[in-house]
Structures are given as structure tokens and as C-alpha cells.
């Protein structure tokens, strides 16, 4: 990255990151790696940037990264785009109207690249996997609830991507949600996930779910927008220097994101319109 230098002297200043540049994994990598470690060295220091300074930084991260991805297979460019839904508009390359920056927005970003390009497993099979489990998301969110049975609980799995997925659903103990969860291999790896879900005609016996009088249909939905609330619009420079937890996010970013592959949804009813678990 370019340094920032800001006219008022802001103490987070960072330095020079040198990418590699070509359409190479080893390129993003490095270049996300060195990112990583010069935020949390200045956020370590307390050194909190200004408005401007985080507008510029995430601007040019955004910048390399598609630089270095041009040329890159199509499933890999969604997923590195997808790890700003919610901060900020790549095809733009501009910040999401209506949001205000923080570092949190920062910070949730950067982690969703680590989680793509850092796993210690190889950059395509971590896309592939989520490429499988989003295909299950989408055929979850479009089936209704009673073809379930017929449909998704197959004994031989279904077919997704090629990879044969087995699925699973039942209800929770005390009759408040169902639970799909499904598993399948891919490579050397045991991929487990679930997801939380409502049907809006199902009595579930006194459940929580939204009352903001929506309905018609199932419902399946992000689980930050239930706990991440980590920094809201409007707040300045969380002061916070750590990394966030694996699916934690600021409050803006979790209204306007789609659940990161990987991680447990959590929700209530809404109509399909707002389902938002399919990616």
C-alpha cells in the first residue's frame, strides 16, 4: 500500500506494502498477509486512523487486491468480493452509502480475507468448499418445507458441484427452530455445517422469532444480525486492538452482508424476498 500521510498528523500512519503483482494465489496471499500484520502492529499501538486515512487505506486494499486477482477464476473474484459485503463496494471501489466507516469495517474485512487466503489449506479447495455450501443454502432457501423430505433428505445425498452432500434436519428440543445441517468430503477434507431455520406456517410452540409482520415463506438468516454489533453506524475508531472473533462484525455490516460461508446462521422468520442465507 501506499503510505498515508494526513495534513493533521494522525498517528496511524502505514507503511509502504509492496504486492506481487500478477494473477498469482501466492501474490494475494503475501499481499494479504502483510496487510494484516500492519493493522493489528498499529492497532496494537493504539494508533487509530482518521476518517479520511481509512477511507484511503481500504480504497487501495481493494485496488491491489484487484490487481492482483485479474485474471483469476470467477469463483475466486466473488469470494474476494464477498469479503467486503457490507464495508464496501468493489465494483465502485467506493464505501456503501448510507454506511459510515470504522475500523471495525476494517477489521471484519481483513479477517474475511485471512479466512479465504490464510487457512493453511489450498485457496481453491477453500473456494470449492464454499461454492458447495452455498449451492446447499440455495437449494434449502428454494425448496418448501414440504418437500423437505423428498427433495433434500435423500439417503444417497444430494448432488452439488459433483460432490455428493448428505442432509440433515430436525427440531430443536424445546420446538423453537429446525436445524439443517449437512456434510460432505472434498479432497482431504470433512466439511460439517449447519444453518438455523423457520417456516412461517410451522407452530413452534412460543418461539422468538420476528415480529415485524413479514411472512410467506421460510426463513433462514444471518447470524450477525442477532450478535455482531461491534460497532454501529455513525461511531468512531473502535479502540479496540484486536482482530474481531471468527464471525464477529460491525452492526452495519452485518444488516447489509450475507453470512460468511463457514459460519452458523441464525434468524427468524422472513418472507424469501429476505432470505439472505443463499449465496
Same mark, same amino acid.
Given at each position: 500500500?501506499?503510505?498515508?500521510?494526513?495534513?493533521?498528523?494522525?498517528?496511524?500512519?502505514?507503511?509502504?506494502?509492496?504486492?506481487?503483482?500478477?494473477?498469482?494465489?501466492?501474490?494475494?496471499?503475501?499481499?494479504?498477509?502483510?496487510?494484516?500484520?500492519?493493522?493489528?502492529?498499529?492497532?496494537?499501538?493504539?494508533?487509530?486512523?482518521?476518517?479520511?486515512?481509512?477511507?484511503?487505506?481500504?480504497?487501495?486494499?481493494?485496488?491491489?487486491?484487484?490487481?492482483?486477482?485479474?485474471?483469476?477464476?470467477?469463483?475466486?473474484?466473488?469470494?474476494?468480493?464477498?469479503?467486503?459485503?457490507?464495508?464496501?463496494?468493489?465494483?465502485?471501489?467506493?464505501?456503501?452509502?448510507?454506511?459510515?466507516?470504522?475500523? $471495525?469495517?476494517?477489521? #471484519? @474485512?481483513?479477517?474475511?480475507?485471512?479466512? *479465504?487466503?490464510?487457512? %493453511?489449506?489450498? +485457496?481453491? &479447495? !477453500?473456494?470449492?468448499?464454499?461454492?458447495?455450501?452455498?449451492?446447499?443454502?440455495?437449494?434449502? $432457501?428454494?425448496?418448501? #418445507? @414440504?418437500?423437505?423430505?423428498?427433495?433434500? *433428505?435423500?439417503?444417497? %445425498?444430494?448432488? +452439488?458441484? &459433483? !460432490?455428493?452432500?448428505?442432509?440433515?434436519?430436525?427440531?430443536?428440543?424445546?420446538?423453537?427452530?429446525?436445524?439443517?445441517?449437512?456434510?460432505?468430503?472434498?479432497?482431504?477434507?470433512?466439511?460439517?455445517?449447519?444453518?438455523?431455520?423457520?417456516?412461517?406456517?410451522?407452530?413452534?410452540?412460543?418461539?422468538?422469532?420476528?415480529?415485524?409482520?413479514?411472512?410467506?415463506?421460510?426463513?433462514?438468516?444471518?447470524?450477525?444480525?442477532?450478535?455482531?454489533?461491534?460497532?454501529?453506524?455513525?461511531?468512531?475508531?473502535?479502540?479496540?486492538?484486536?482482530?474481531?472473533?471468527?464471525?464477529?462484525?460491525?452492526?452495519?455490516?452485518?444488516?447489509?452482508?450475507?453470512?460468511?460461508?463457514?459460519?452458523?446462521?441464525?434468524?427468524?422468520?422472513?418472507?424469501?424476498?429476505?432470505?439472505?442465507?443463499?449465496?
Amino acid at each position: 500500500l501506499t503510505s498515508v500521510h494526513e495534513a493533521d498528523s494522525a498517528p496511524f500512519v502505514l507503511q509502504s506494502v509492496v504486492p506481487h503483482v500478477g494473477a498469482d494465489m501466492q501474490g494475494l496471499q503475501a499481499y494479504t498477509k502483510q496487510a494484516v500484520t500492519q493493522v493489528r502492529g498499529q492497532l496494537q499501538r493504539n494508533d487509530l486512523p482518521t476518517a479520511v486515512q481509512l477511507h484511503r487505506y481500504i480504497h487501495e486494499v481493494v485496488r491491489v487486491i484487484h490487481k492482483l486477482s485479474a485474471g483469476a477464476p470467477e469463483p475466486l473474484c466473488r469470494e474476494l468480493a464477498r469479503c467486503f459485503d457490507g464495508v464496501w463496494d468493489c465494483v465502485a471501489n467506493a464505501p456503501l452509502k448510507g454506511t459510515t466507516l470504522s475500523v $471495525a469495517h476494517l477489521l #471484519f @474485512a481483513l479477517q474475511r480475507l485471512e479466512a *479465504l487466503l490464510l487457512t %493453511g489449506h489450498s +485457496v481453491s &479447495g !477453500v473456494v470449492a468448499v464454499r461454492e458447495i455450501s452455498s449451492g446447499i443454502r440455495q437449494l434449502i $432457501a428454494r425448496t418448501p #418445507f @414440504a418437500r423437505i423430505q423428498q427433495d433434500l *433428505l435423500r439417503p444417497g %445425498g444430494v448432488l +452439488v458441484r &459433483g !460432490v455428493q452432500v448428505n442432509v440433515a434436519f430436525s427440531l430443536a428440543a424445546d420446538s423453537s427452530h429446525h436445524t439443517f445441517s449437512w456434510s460432505f468430503r472434498h479432497g482431504d477434507r470433512e466439511v460439517e455445517e449447519s444453518v438455523l431455520y423457520w417456516d412461517e406456517h410451522f407452530d413452534y410452540g412460543g418461539s422468538s422469532c420476528s415480529d415485524d409482520g413479514e411472512g410467506g415463506g421460510s426463513g433462514l438468516e444471518n447470524e450477525s444480525d442477532q450478535e455482531m454489533a461491534g460497532a454501529s453506524e455513525g461511531e468512531g475508531p473502535a479502540s479496540t486492538a484486536r482482530l474481531p472473533t471468527e464471525g464477529e462484525a460491525p452492526a452495519s455490516a452485518a444488516r447489509n452482508a450475507d453470512s460468511a460461508p463457514g459460519t452458523k446462521d441464525r434468524g427468524g422468520r422472513r418472507s424469501r424476498a429476505r432470505q439472505r442465507a443463499a449465496r
